[in-house]
Each structure stands twice: as C-alpha cells, then as structure tokens.
C-alpha cells in the first residue's frame, strides 16, 4: 500500500499527501539517487480501466510529453505496475493561482505578468496541437519564485480528437470559464474556446470576482452565451477593448492567439520563453503503462478488423477523372497530402506490412475498424507527423488503401512516404495513385479506378 515513507519502484520515497481524488492521489515524494522533490500522482489502474477512461490517461500522457514549456507543469517519469501507475511531475511549491486571486484583486502589472506567462504557454500548447479546454486560476499554480505553470491536462484534446468536420464536440470544462460554442454544443475550435477561458481568467486577476455569475446555472449560461458583462470602474481603457475581444461570443471574430501577441497592452514588458524538445523516454513509458492489456487488445483488433466496403459510385469517385475537389477548394489550399495503392493481399497482411514500417520508424499505432492511423515520435518543423492509412474493400480479394497527411509538415510526409513507405510496400502494392498522378509498377500509369476489379485468372 502506498503511503508515507514508502518507497517506489526503487526510484522515490513518497512524503505527505497533497491532494487526493476519484482515482488518483498526490504525493510530495524525493528521488532517492538525486534528492530532487517531485510530486507524485499515484493512479489507481483498476478504477480508471473499470470506467473506461484508459484512452484519458493515456492522452494526458501524451499530452504533457509534448508541451515541454516553463509555464506548463513537468512530467518527469511515469512507472505502472499491474495495479498502479505513477507519474513523477515537476512539484510546484507556490500554491494555486486562485488562492493570490482569492485575497483580492491583482495590480494591473501583476496581472498582466501571469496572463503573459498564461498566453506564452497556451500558444505553444496550440502549436502542438493541444487543447487545455479547462483553463481557471485552480489549475494554475506558481513556483517559488512566482512563475505561472499550468496544470491538469486530464480534459485537454489533442488534434486528433477532432472529428471530421475540424471541430472538437465533448462538452467539458467548468461552467464560468466555459465559451459559448461550447455550451451550445454545435462543435467548437479547441484554440478559441482556449482564448475564451483566458479573457474570463484575465478578468478575474483584474476584478477579483468572475465576469459571468448567477446561482442559476441555466441563467449563467445565457450570461455568457450573450457575453453579458460589466467591467469595474478600475479597469483602465485598453483592458476593456482587449476583454472586449477576448470575450468576444461569436468564435469567428474573436481575437486570434496572433493577434492578441500583437496588443499593445499585452506586449508591455513582455518576455517571450521557449518550449523544451521533448524527452524520448516518456513516450515509451506511456506505450508500457497498459502494456498487457494492449497487447491482449492489439491482436483481438487485428483479428476483427474490417475494411470499408465500397460501392460503385465510391468507386468511381476515387478516380481523378472524376475528382471534383477543385472546383470546391481555392488555389493553394491542396497539398499533395494524400496517396492510394490497391492490393490483392488481405487486410491483416496490410496491417502487418503497416506496423513493421511503423516499429522500424519508430512510429506508435493505433487501428479502429478499417483504418490505421500512424503516429511519428521525432519532432518535425510542425510537430509530430501523424498519418492515416484506410482500407478500402472492393472484392474479398481485392483492396484499396488511402494514405493521408492527419498531422505535421507536408515536406516531411512527402518525404517519409517517397523514402521510407513506398518502398517498404513494394511487395504487396498492385499499383500507386498519388494525387494528380499515378504510379504503377513497370510504368502502368493505370488508375485505381481502371484496375478497380483485377482481371480474372481463372
């Protein structure tokens, strides 16, 4: 049993206890070979895996491995055994951000002071694809020479999380700091729903009390659907113009994250700071967490995958003769993001074929019915490169597979697919099709569409 004085792993000796949870408890723990003090999250594996919300653990893992920034909370280790899991974080002594709130109202200067270091670190937290979708002053701390971090990334979405129509559609967060297009539940743009919970805690710094408020949930709510807010006699004139864009109810017209850096109230005394390259060893830890039972899992996947069925009309549809993407997409907007290749082998050769390539590239995998989807360890000029593969069936014995771009620069896609895919793939791919235009082998320039049926051997 854990608790005071107990040793872990052979790695730390836990202290007093922090905080506690539904599933979890903090503890102020020492790492024995450095003396370093740490903060030591202890997860109950069997709850979290009885209720489902693996998948959470695991994105909070992914998530703070890739938000590497002085203004975000450290995650130094994670340990599992067959009922645990450990995370060894960055500990921070200064206490919450709402206990300095909760005294009374920040000086102006002071205030900005934070929501600068708020802003720096939401931005670079964006520019990796995540989004915090909980941002309050309880989930900000402060170090002991009183520098933001930002805390507890369990409800945060990564790019992935987005469904097909670019938006972010799990209603989340604490009701006074929640965005409108939140509530409204219509899909919402992780980033501006962001920018929204940082005008509310901006104003609180300010004001010392919430912008929107009302014993009345459902009343708040319509508060802040209509961003109905007062600003106090004290507020000076250009933080009422920028709250004004901050708490801006129509997501569209909000004031960007670039624009926003460009204020002139923000930019006074501002000291931009970089994020850190990540630690490789974490994400190996996070693949180790739940090790058994992905590969338990893993194998029941690969055994039921299905590929999606095509009909005719999808069929023809995949021809670039028929394409008609151009005529809906401006000049510029179509990189060459995207290839196909047919194949006469069966679903679990091409799977298999997709996972040695992903092991060798030291690529993570994830399958869901009829799709693959491939995601990059090394961090590339636009984060990590994430790829999907869908399986197309078009016979029994025949299919069609579509590589797309889900995430990170162009280039270097281009370039992992033309140096390191499509070779790997030699011995099962029938012919290529990339985007405007097709490669087969021997020089058959034959489209997909054209080779959609193989010819009949018997």
């Known amino acids: 049993m854990d608790k005071k004085g107990s040793i872990l792993m052979h790695k730390y000796e836990l202290g007093r206890l922090l905080g506690q949870g539904t599933f979890a408890k903090v ?58 899991i450990y995370f060894a974080m960055e500990l921070v002594k200064g206490g919450e951000l709402f206990n300095k709130v909760a005294k009374g109202r920040l000086k102006e200067d002071v205030a900005r002071k934070y929501f600068q270091q708020l802003i720096g670190a939401v931005d670079f937290c964006h520019s990796r694809g995540v989004y915090h979708r909980d941002l309050k002053p309880e989930n900000l701390l402060l170090d002991e020479h009183g520098n933001l971090k930002i805390s507890d990334f369990g409800l945060s979405a990564l790019c992935e999380s987005r469904r097909n129509d670019g938006l972010l559609h799990t209603m989340c967060g604490t009701p006074a700091y929640v965005a409108p297009e939140v509530i409204n539940k219509k899909g919402y743009d992780g980033s501006k729903a962001d920018i929204w919970s940082c005008g509310v805690i901006l104003f609180v710094l300010l004001a010392g009390f919430l912008p929107f408020h009302d014993s009345n949930l459902m009343e708040m709510y319509k ?12 507020f000076s004139t250009d933080v009422r113009r920028l709250l004004s864009r901050l708490l801006d109810p129509n997501p569209s017209t909000r004031i960007t994250m670039a624009k926003l850096m460009e204020n002139s109230w923000f930019k006074k005394g501002f000291k931009p700071v970089e994020g850190h390259q990540k630690q490789q060893h974490i994400e190996e830890e996070e693949e180790e967490v739940f090790q058994e039972e992905e590969d338990e899992k893993d194998k029941k996947t690969t055994a039921m995958m299905k590929p999606t069925s095509l009909n005719a009309f999808d069929i023809i549809s995949l021809s670039p003769v028929f394409d008609l993407s151009g005529l809906f997409e401006r000049r510029g907007e179509r990189e060459k993001v995207e290839s196909r290749f047919t194949t006469q082998m069966p679903v679990a050769m091409i799977v298999s074929k997709l996972e040695e390539i992903a092991q060798v590239e030291s690529f993570k995998v994830k399958k869901k019915e009829g799709m693959v989807k491939l995601q990059g360890s090394k961090e590339g000029r636009k984060g990590l490169l994430a790829i999907d593969a869908e399986i197309f069936q078009v016979t029994p014995s025949f299919h069609v597979v579509e590589v797309k771009k889900r995430a990170g620069d162009t280039l270097e896609y281009n370039q992992f697919c033309n140096r390191d895919l499509k070779p790997s793939l030699k011995d099962i791919v029938w012919t290529w099709q990339d985007q405007g235009q097709e490669q087969g082998q021997g020089g058959d320039t034959s489209a997909p569409v054209q080779a959609a049926v193989p010819a009949r051997t018997d």
């Open 27 to 84: 503890y102020n723990g020492r790492n024995i070979a450095t003396s370093q003090h740490v903060a030591v999250k202890i997860i109950d594996k069997e709850k979290v895996m009885r209720v489902g919300m693996i998948d959470q653990i695991k994105r909070e893992i992914s998530v703070m491995r890739l938000v590497r920034h002085p203004n975000v909370v450290q995650l130094n280790e994670v340990m599992a055994t067959k009922t645990k």
């Open 223 to 234: 508060k802040i659907i209509k961003s109905e807010f007062k600003c106090p006699q004290w």
